[in-house]
């Protein structure tokens, strides 16, 4: 099930960034120290109360070429579309404006939940000047203030109250996953090849697809799935979702709900940033991966035509040295009977549990092969690993100082255990503990 989404609405300089930096905490840095791996500030994780939610920064979305009034009323779009919850943002030090009022009426008819907080309010005596934004027909304003962090607990109360309840089930056996990638990598093109038919619009146009949609097939094996297509949104004749942050907005909820990724590159322009970036969110939320490279019938081969792409591909994307590659045609259905049974082999890579007893004795094998490091006269000791996940593999290992496992030593740790088993496809996460 995704996570809930709030998204921050408001005319420049209202303070969105900071608010959203507030609400998102600590959760918006990178958290794991591999190389390559990028994150877009836009969309960030937070938590309250015990509920996680995704995040919305509507204010990195770049529409600098629009007029400024346009620029604020794609926002207000944008968080219709994409958010279970908006907080609209304004500012006490110049009062109500003619945007405010314009976004509070797309926002009041949009039906969407609605909390309006009013920004700078820095001090006790200015919270009377907040009473002049009932004009704005969303009810009761909410005092703010982000560069001291005041009331937005009262802010994310109300948010929260917003939350749907129900869990979603899921069934069990299916496997759920999601193409990622740059518009007109040809995602809609393969899974209409995937599926046979004719499910979802093809267009040359980068981003024709209206909405992310949800197809439930089974493979020949009998193996049921759900894929879920991330392709954009498109309104009114405008897709203003081809700027790069808002298709990065999109596939991080499709990312949210798959147990498997594909990341879908064009074979014809090779490698771009946005995959990376887009392949990190991926890696970092502990994905499966399948990394499936595109119109490779367009290409004109020579003897190492697949060695030099995949050479390319393992130096670009260092940190998905675990992921495999497929080459396919979407157009000549070359190798896409390959696809399904690979995502049901990652699955099951990600659900993976390893018996302590074997785990330890890897673990063991490995100190041998390459004593554990020291540092200032200090050696490093490991006493005892277990998994305690899934969905990625997740080890625990007890050591003596947790300071001592440097990132080099826990990844030659994670290459010992790939080795041992069979983890194709799916990160695993080491996290060392100290003894009690």
């Known amino acids: 099930m995704a996570n809930p989404t709030i998204a921050i609405v408001g005319r420049p300089n209202v303070g969105k960034s900071t608010i959203f930096n507030r609400i998102a905490g600590e959760r918006i840095s990178i958290v794991e120290d591999t190389p390559g791996v990028t994150r877009d500030r836009l969309y960030a994780t937070g938590e309250w109360l015990g509920r996680e939610f995704s995040i919305i920064d509507t204010g990195g979305i770049d529409l600098t070429d629009e007029p400024f009034m346009d620029q604020i009323k794609y926002q207000a779009e944008i968080a219709i579309a ?111 090849a995937m599926l046979g038919e004719e499910r979802v619009i093809v267009s040359d146009v980068a981003g024709t697809t209206r909405d992310a949609i949800d197809t439930e097939f089974t493979s020949a094996s009998g193996q049921p799935f759900i894929m879920i297509d991330t392709a954009g949104m498109r309104k009114r004749g405008k897709v203003y979702e081809t700027t790069e942050k808002y298709s990065v907005m999109r596939a991080m909820r499709a990312i949210d709900r798959s147990d498997v990724v594909l990341m879908v590159i064009n074979a014809e ?49 260092k940190y998905l040295d675990y992921a495999p590659i497929v080459y396919v045609s979407a157009k000549t259905k070359q190798r896409l009977h390959q696809l399904p049974d690979m995502i049901e082999k990652v699955s099951m890579n990600q659900n993976l549990r390893i018996p302590s007893s074997l785990l330890n004795d890897v673990i063991m094998d490995a100190v041998a092969i390459n004593p554990t490091p020291t540092d200032k006269g200090r050696r490093l000791k490991i006493f ?53």
């Open 82 to 192: 994409e958010a279970d919850v908006i907080i609209l943002l304004s500012s006490a030090r110049e009062g109500v404006t003619d945007a405010d009022e314009m976004v509070a009426r797309m926002l009041y008819k949009s039906g969407k939940p609605v909390i309006l907080a009013v920004n700078k309010v820095d001090n006790p005596e200015m919270r009377n000047d907040v009473f002049e934004f009932y004009s704005l027909g969303l009810g009761d304003p909410y005092p703010v203030s982000g560069s001291h962090g005041i009331g937005l607990g009262d802010v994310l109360d109300e948010a929260v109250k917003h939350f749907t309840t129900e869990v979603e089930e899921e069934d069990d056996g299916i496997i759920r996953f999601s193409l990622i990638g740059r518009p007109n990598v040809g995602k809609s093109s393969l899974i209409n």
């Open 269 to 317: 322009e090779g490698i771009r940033e946005y995959d990376k970036r887009i392949a990190g969110f991926a890696h970092e939320a502990g994905k499966g991966m399948v990394i499936v490279v595109n119109k490779w019938d367009t290409l004109e081969k020579e003897t190492n035509t697949m060695k030099e792409f995949e050479d390319e591909i393992r130096k670009e994307f």
């Open 384 to 436: 005892y690993a277990t998994q305690v996940a899934v969905k990625p593999p997740t080890f625990v290992v007890f050591v003596n100082e947790e300071e001592l496992m440097h990132f080099s030593y826990a990844r030659f740790l994670e290459n010992q255990i790939r080795k041992a088993f069979t983890f194709e496809g799916t990160p695993i996460h080491i996290i060392a503990r100290r003894r009690k």
